[in-house]
């Protein structure tokens, strides 16, 4: 069966401009993708970075759907660092839920830093034909 794969912006991003996480834990996440529906013989393979340029450790928190701990990803992010790879080309269905993300951290400085912590990425859709 034939494969397609197209490269593809994170939804939640404009233009591939980085996507500031400003939430924090109870309060609506922000949105890093949504996978369009279509075809169940198609995946998303996806690659998420994230830089943290606030002055102190946060913790950024990828869920995958479902606020449960089993569908999130919690990577500690060092203060004034560089791009770090968060999602290393996980594979999900494209019915699968809303990616979002959340900082682990007091609201002080999700507040205060709004977009002191961004995440940048892309997919590759792959779809049979």
Not at 11 to 38: C, E, K, L, M
Not at 101 to 114: E, K, M, R
């Amino acid at each position: 069966m034939p494969v397609t794969i197209t490269r593809r912006l994170l939804s939640g991003s404009t233009n591939g401009q980085p996507i500031a996480i400003t939430s924090t834990q109870g309060v609506v996440p922000v949105t890093i993708h949504a996978p369009v529906t279509g075809a169940t013989t198609s995946l998303e393979e996806i690659f998420i970075y994230a830089q943290n340029n606030a002055s102190s450790n946060v913790n950024l928190v990828v869920e995958f759907g479902i606020s449960t701990s089993g569908h999130a990803v919690r990577t500690p992010l060092p203060p004034l660092g560089g791009l770090q790879l968060v999602i290393p080309g996980l594979l999900i269905g494209i019915t699968a839920s809303t990616i979002t993300g959340w900082l682990d951290t007091t609201a002080s400085l999700a507040n205060s830093g709004a977009g002191q912590v961004a995440v940048y990425g892309y997919i590759n859709r792959i779809a049979q034909t």
